[in-house]
């Protein structure tokens, strides 16, 4: 059997030497070391029993709870520290835990910090604190200060909301860019169709008005021939001429032929003005075509126009106010017009229903501030959820084919481009009104305004 060798007994004693130490070291060196690690760290570090009273804290705790020493937490609850309201709060949710023995991870909330007198964030967890029984005796949480992380995702949010509304700002102006390419294109079609269709009507018109003199003169004519009838001798010719008068209906002819002429004159007396509203409001414009504009002549030339879109589903109430012209480019005013009475229009169900056009000033007569118009429908309303997108660009609620979804935003990039604002109010089966608020055109002015 060996025997150790000295270098082995001088290990046993080394070892014997530092059991010894730590044997004889104070009982509460390692609570000591403990306190000092949790000390420095920058969370906030604390253990509590069944009745939620601290058993351990360290000094961001203390901090956080107005106190300088850890020591003046052992043994209180919160209640010593906050109001019964924020006290009771905390209260729940850890006897809550203590009850059910599950966790409480990563909660973030709004914290006052009692020695500075300020609120921040914390993110907090709490886990049960289990004997060897299995029992939950108590809890131990973990704080950690998230204020400036809360303050930057705040800031975040601001500059991504900002961004999104310059993003929809610039979305908005691309498609109002090419629906105004669209429209110059159809403007400048629908100025050609008009300038053709107005040749032809040109000489219908003139051809018409000598067809109408020749008929007064043939009135005339066989008027007399009627009243010169009786002096002719020869009985066979008053029978034969009475025969013909009979056959052809002579009365009722000549009758009929006044009417006829009559409504032919008031068709062609309105095809002209058709045409001569379309020639209007298609002509195409740039920044040189502003001026000022009678917005009660725009109403009504579009209200001629949609004429047979309207008629059959509602009566037009107008209620013109005594406005000044207007600075605008006129046939932008009339699409902007034309959009809002056939929205209106489409709003109103299968009863007929009313649209009603208003007119007037913002101020009064000896100062006005700015002109408005609104156009009124009965119609079924806009949704609330509904509302806050109908200025969108190819936002629509009407069925497929029947809308594109430009009207409004194109209506609102013009309004905005004409330095006014257009406004909305509506309620559900009862109606909307659109109102459209411009500046007044200075006196003299034949321009764009500033």
């Not at 309004?415 to 006196?443: K, S, Y």
Request: charge should be negative; proline fraction near 4%; hydrophobic fraction near 40%.
């Amino acid at each position: 059997m060996s025997t150790p060798s000295n270098r082995e007994t001088r290990e046993e004693a080394v070892r014997a030497d530092d059991s010894a130490e730590r044997d004889d070291a104070p009982p509460d060196t390692q609570e000591r070391v403990f306190q000092a690690l949790i000390d420095i760290m920058p969370d906030r570090i604390y253990a509590k029993d069944a009745q939620s009273r601290f058993i351990l804290a360290n000094k961001a705790v203390a901090r956080l709870m107005g106190k300088a020493h850890p020591e003046e937490l052992i043994g209180k609850d919160d209640f010593h520290f906050y109001s019964k309201e924020i006290a009771s709060a905390y209260f729940e949710v850890e006897q809550a835990m203590l009850r059910t023995g599950e966790p409480l991870i990563a909660f973030e909330e709004l914290v006052p910090n009692l020695e500075t007198g300020e609120t921040g964030w914390l993110q907090t967890t709490k886990v049960p604190l289990w004997d060897a029984e299995g029992r939950v005796t108590g809890l131990v949480g973990l704080a950690r200060d998230i204020t400036e992380r809360k303050r930057f995702e705040a800031e975040l949010r601001l500059r991504n909301a900002e961004l999104a509304e310059v993003n929809q700002k610039l979305s908005r102006a691309q498609q109002q860019l090419m629906q105004s390419e669209k429209l110059a294109a159809i403007g400048q079609l629908a100025a050609g169709v008009a300038h053709e269709i107005n040749n032809p009507l040109g000489f219908i018109f003139s051809n018409f008005n000598t067809l109408d003199a020749y008929m007064t003169s043939f009135h005339e004519l066989i008027a007399a021939f009627l009243d010169a009838q009786h002096l002719i001798g020869d009985p066979l010719v008053v029978a034969r001429l009475d025969s013909l008068r009979k056959k052809v209906d002579l009365d009722d002819m000549l009758g009929d032929s006044r009417a006829l002429m009559a409504e032919t004159r008031e068709g062609l007396t309105r095809v002209k003005k058709i045409v001569q509203d379309l020639k209007d409001f298609s002509r195409v414009d740039d920044a040189s075509d502003w001026g000022v504009a009678d917005l009660h002549r725009c109403f009504d030339s579009t209200l001629n126009i949609l004429a047979n879109e309207i008629k059959y589903r509602a009566d037009v109430v107008k209620q013109y106010g005594d406005i000044p012209p207007v600075a605008c480019i006129e046939s932008q005013m009339n699409q902007v017009i034309m959009n809002l009475l056939i929205n209106a229009a489409d709003a109103i169900g299968t009863e007929r229903g009313t649209i009603t056009v208003r007119t007037g000033i913002e101020g009064d007569a000896n100062d006005v501030q700015g002109v408005w118009f609104e156009v009124s429908d009965t119609g079924c309303g806009i949704a609330q959820e509904t509302l806050t997108r109908i200025f969108d660009p190819f936002y629509t609620t009407k069925p497929v084919g029947k809308g594109t979804g430009l009207g409004l935003s194109l209506s609102y990039g013009i309004v905005q481009a004409h330095d006014g604002r257009i406004d909305v109010a509506t309620e559900l089966g009862t109606g909307t009104t659109f109102r459209v608020t411009l500046p007044v055109a200075p006196m003299g002015t034949s321009g764009s305004p500033g």
